[in-house]
Every structure is written in structure tokens, then in C-alpha cells.
């Protein structure tokens, strides 16, 4: 008889200590050990931000917004009255494809106003019921079943054949709008304008919107508290702030959000956009208006906002510290105490102050077995082990930004800095010869939190610790030649690793 491998089936409880893991995707999954679901709280008060007219959420890599991302779709999805789809980077390619676009195309608020308004439209279509007034409903699901695209990627498997063949096609590429037509005349909806059987994504967004306006005010009538949510994640993979395209592409996913939330707001509709902290400091240098559009439109996960003590993250840990030790040990109500010997703000500082570095540092501790609390020494440890989990963060984080050979330079620079605590004037001349401006570099690593300054008073200032009505510290001072030294959490890097 054959082996039968039964990976699937839950073993014994373990009396491993698991405070999560570190892709907020992970916890979602339904064999997740830690589900998100069970320890997710909005403690940064984002959730209270986005029922405004905010729907940009901006964050460092690692800050919680996947995590926020996850928390919509699954409270929502428990809900019989909304609906919820997170859009990401490979859906939003394979619609490219199908549409006849290559990767990385020049794509214009025409696209996506085209990619919010066929997923809401599917959104939508799951409640039939409300639309007892229209006629010919099968025309709309037809015209949506035909061009959907790669919108329903994970409903919807498109062959290697029909990504080639729409690789051979042009922009031109056409979209079947007769079963639109057909939905619109036997209702007696007047067409925005005469179109042809196949026009682009451009030629049929007018009687698109026509078409929801018309949805939206049906289901209004029929069921008013029905809820609809579409959320941009996971922008920054693929995207490259030296290509022109890829930075455009951003600004017009963010001018037509903005104009559609705005369209539809009265009939709770909203389109979130998941933004890391770096790609908005570009675009906002970019275009003039977009200063206006983030302080106007967006909130910040940011949690170091309240000091030190930084209780929300404190909150954040501890939720996860009871559920691990209630499963895992039979210890109720466990607190940071019952995790180690070594204080919070301690173990805080060696990390950038986000969610994920926590469940980094601890991660070791779901794999081996450990008496608790933790001894200094063993916390220490774990401290050597986040720092190569760092390594690996660092680059990844830059590559969006800069080249191979531009962070080999930048890990030069910091190494520097980390065995010298070089100042502003010495480290401009390493730049010597290469192709990056020495003081944009800096002021980004510094905007990272890679750097820190330290004044002539020996006051030590990083851009994650900036706090709101402060004076000083917002950016890095070139105006005076300060000493600059790296984060804590390069302690063991540079000396292990470079």
C-alpha cells in the first residue's frame, strides 16, 4: 500500500510560542495558526481615517497595510450586505495582457477607470435580487463574462495561448461591446455616444458609468446599506522609480480613484489605495498637485506617533503575546513579561517600530523550544537573528529605487558610517564618481530610518521617531556637517554579512 502524506490533517498542539507571521496573506488562509481575524485591531484608528474622504493608506514596507487590506476583505466578506476585492499587481497584469498591452504600458486614467468599473460591476452582479427592475440582466453578465479580463484571476484561468495571442495586438485591441449595447437599449438608457462593436476601453467608459450610476441607485433604493470596497495592494511590486511609465502609471491610478470615490461616495462605494511611504515621497516630487492630493486624501500608519512608550504596538504584541501563550503554555491573559526579561522599549529599539519587526524578531521562537520568560542573553539572540531577516528587507526595499550595483554602493556608505560615524562631508566624496547625487541618497536613507544624525549637543534624531510639532529631525540637515550613524538594527549586520 502506498504512503499516504497527510500534511493537511493538525497534528498535536505544540508548545511552541507563535505571535504570528510576517506576510498578513499567511494569516488569512483558513489553516493559518495565526489568524488574523482573531488578533486584528484597528489600534492607529485608520479604519475611522478611511470612513472620511481619505482613501489612500501610506506606510513603510512592513507597517500593517496588507494586514488592514486582509482585515476589509474578511470582516466584509462576513457580511451578506458587502463586498470586498483586493486588486493587486498580477491582476492588474493580466488584464494588460488580455487588453492587448504590454507590461509597463503608458496606461492613463482610461484604464484604470476601465479596471474599477468592470470589477465593481462584478461586485455588483453578485446581488441580482436588487435589480428586479431591470430587464435583460443576462446582456450585463455577458458583457462582463467576455472582457472581464484578468479582474477574476483567481475565478478565471487565462491560457499561455490567449496571453500571446494578445501580445501580437495593439492598443487598438478592442473590447465586445454588444452585449452592453443590448443591456442598455432594452432598458432605454440613452448611449453617451455611438460606439462600434469593438471600441477601446476609452470609447465605452461613458456608458459604463452610465450603466453603474444606474446599479448603484437600484441597489441604493432596494437595500441602502449594502457596502462596496475595491483595494489597491502590493503597487510596489514591479514598479520602478527611474521609468517614467511606472511613476505614471501611479498618478493615474490615484486621479481616477479620487474622481470615482467621488462619483460614488452617496451610495457607499470606496476604492482604496495601499501606498509604501518611499513611492509617495517620489510621486509627490513629481507632480505639483499631488502634495495636495496625499495631505487631502490619505492617512499614515505610523506607529511611533504617540513616543516611546508607543502603546498601540505594545497593544498590537500583547494580543498575540495572550493568544500564543493561552494555546501553546495554559497561561491566561499573558503580557510582555511572561515573553521576556528584556524590557519593550528595549527590544522596540532595535527594530524600525512596525508590526512586522516584531513578529520577525520572535519568529524563531515557533520553530524551537524555549523556557519563558526569556533571559537577556537569549533576547539578544533573537536580536542577531532579525538582523539577517533585515538584510534581506533592505535590499528588496531599495530595489524599486535603485540599481545592483547603486545599493552595493549604498551598503558601502553605511558600513562607513556604521564603524566611523562619518559626517555629512565625508561621506559626499564616496559618492565621488558614481552616477547618484551623494545628498538626495543620504536624505533618502535618512527619510528609511537606515541613518540617523546626531547634533553638536549629541542629541540622536531618526525619521521614524519625528514626531508631529517637533522642530527638528523631519529631514536630514545638510546645512550642517552633523555625524551621521546608522540604526541599532545594523549592529550584527555589517559585521556578519559585509
Given at each position: ?6 500534511f493537511?490533517?493538525k ?8 505571535l504570528?507571521?510576517m506576510e ?8 493559518s495558526s ?8 484597528d489600534d492607529?484608528?485608520v479604519?475611522?481615517d478611511l ?5 489612500i ?5 512592513g507597517?500593517?497595510k ?5 482585515y476589509?476583505?474578511?470582516?466584509m466578506?462576513?457580511?451578506?450586505t458587502?463586498?470586498?476585492k483586493?486588486?493587486k499587481?498580477?491582476?492588474i ?9 504590454e507590461?509597463g ?10 479596471l ?5 460591476i ?9 435589480f ?14 467576455i ?9 478565471r484561468?487565462?491560457?499561455n495561448?490567449e ?5 501580437g ?19 432605454d438608457?440613452?448611449s453617451?455616444?455611438?460606439v ?19 446599479l ?5 433604493r432596494?437595500?441602502?446599506?449594502n457596502?462596496?470596497?475595491?483595494i489597491f ?25 479620487k474622481k470615482?470615490?467621488?462619483k ?13 511611504d ?10 505639483s498637485?499631488l ?5 487631502s ?6 506607529w ?7 502603546p ?10 495572550a493568544?500564543?501563550?493561552k494555546?501553546?503554555q ?7 513579561f ?7 522599549k528595549?527590544?522596540i ?6 508590526p512586522r519587526?516584531?513578529i520577525a ?27 539577517q531577516?533585515?538584510q ?15 545599493i552595493r ?8 558610517v556604521h564603524?566611523?560615524?562619518s ?22 536613507l535618512?527619510n528609511r530610518s537606515?541613518?540617523?544624525?546626531r547634533?553638536?549637543?549629541?542629541h540622536?534624531?531618526?525619521?521614524y ?24 538594527v ?5 559585521q556578519d554579512?559585509?
Amino acid at each position: 500500500m502506498g504512503v499516504v502524506i497527510v500534511f493537511f490533517k493538525k497534528g498535536s498542539k505544540s508548545s511552541k510560542i507563535n505571535l504570528g507571521i510576517m506576510e498578513a496573506e499567511a494569516e488569512s488562509s483558513v489553516s493559518s495558526s495565526v489568524k488574523l481575524i482573531d488578533v486584528f485591531q484597528d489600534d492607529l484608528g485608520v479604519l475611522e481615517d478611511l470612513s472620511s474622504q481619505k482613501f489612500i493608506v501610506i506606510g513603510r514596507k512592513g507597517a500593517g497595510k496588507s494586514a488592514l487590506a486582509s482585515y476589509i476583505f474578511q470582516t466584509m466578506e462576513n457580511e451578506p450586505t458587502d463586498e470586498c476585492k483586493i486588486i493587486k499587481h498580477d491582476a492588474i497584469e493580466r488584464e494588460l495582457h488580455l487588453q492587448g498591452l504590454e507590461s509597463g504600458s503608458v496606461l492613463g486614467l482610461d484604464f484604470y477607470n476601465w479596471l474599477v468599473m468592470v470589477t465593481l460591476i462584478e461586485l455588483l452582479l453578485k446581488h441580482e435580487d436588487l435589480f428586479g427592475e431591470l430587464k435583460a440582466f443576462d446582456k450585463l453578465k455577458e458583457f462582463i463574462e467576455i472582457n472581464r479580463g484578468g479582474v477574476r484571476i483567481t475565478e478565471r484561468k487565462v491560457t499561455n495561448e490567449e496571453l500571446s495571442r494578445s501580445k501580437g495586438v495593439n492598443s487598438e485591441f478592442g473590447i465586445d461591446a454588444k452585449p452592453l449595447k443590448a443591456f442598455m437599449k432594452t432598458n432605454d438608457f440613452t448611449s453617451v455616444k455611438q460606439v462600434k462593436n469593438s471600441p477601446s476601453i476609452y470609447e465605452v467608459l461613458p456608458d459604463l458609468e452610465k450603466v453603474i450610476d444606474k446599479l448603484l441607485a437600484c441597489a441604493s433604493r432596494a437595500a441602502n446599506d449594502n457596502t462596496y470596497c475595491l483595494i489597491f495592494d502590493d503597487l510596489d511590486i514591479g514598479f520602478n522609480s527611474s521609468n517614467k511609465d511606472s511613476v505614471s502609471n501611479l498618478i493615474s491610478l490615484l486621479r481616477a480613484t479620487k474622481k470615482l470615490n467621488h462619483k460614488w461616495d452617496r451610495y457607499n462605494f470606496k476604492c482604496l489605495i495601499l501606498l509604501r511611504d518611499d513611492v509617495e515621497r517620489l510621486l509627490s516630487s513629481r507632480e505639483s498637485d499631488l502634495n495636495k492630493l496625499f495631505s487631502s486624501y490619505s492617512t499614515t500608519l505610523n506607529w511611533y506617533c504617540k513616543g516611546d512608550d508607543t502603546p498601540d504596538l505594545r497593544a498590537f504584541m500583547e494580543r498575540r503575546i495572550a493568544r500564543a501563550f493561552k494555546e501553546a503554555q495554559g497561561i491566561n491573559d499573558a503580557k510582555w513579561f511572561n515573553l521576556t526579561n528584556t524590557s519593550f522599549k528595549e527590544v522596540i529599539n532595535k527594530t524600525f517600530c512596525r508590526p512586522r519587526d516584531l513578529i520577525a524578531f520572535f519568529e524563531p521562537l515557533s520553530s524551537e523550544e524555549f523556557k519563558y520568560p526569556l533571559t537577556n542573553d537569549e533576547t539578544l539572540k533573537l536580536a542577531r537573528s532579525y538582523g539577517q531577516h533585515i538584510q534581506r528587507e533592505f535590499q528588496n526595499e531599495l530595489s524599486s529605487f535603485y540599481s545592483f550595483d547603486e545599493i552595493r554602493l549604498i551598503i558601502k556608505i553605511l558600513k562607513n558610517v556604521h564603524d566611523s560615524e562619518s559626517t555629512i562631508s565625508e561621506l559626499l566624496k564616496l559618492f565621488e564618481g558614481s552616477d547618484l547625487d551623494g545628498q538626495e541618497v543620504l536624505k533618502d536613507l535618512y527619510n528609511r530610518s537606515f541613518l540617523g544624525m546626531r547634533n553638536s549637543k549629541g542629541h540622536v534624531f531618526f525619521k521614524y521617531k519625528f514626531l508631529k510639532g517637533h522642530t527638528y529631525g523631519a529631514e536630514l540637515n545638510l546645512d550642517h556637517d552633523h555625524k551621521l550613524l546608522t540604526h541599532t538594527v545594523f549592529e550584527h549586520q555589517f559585521q556578519d554579512f559585509y
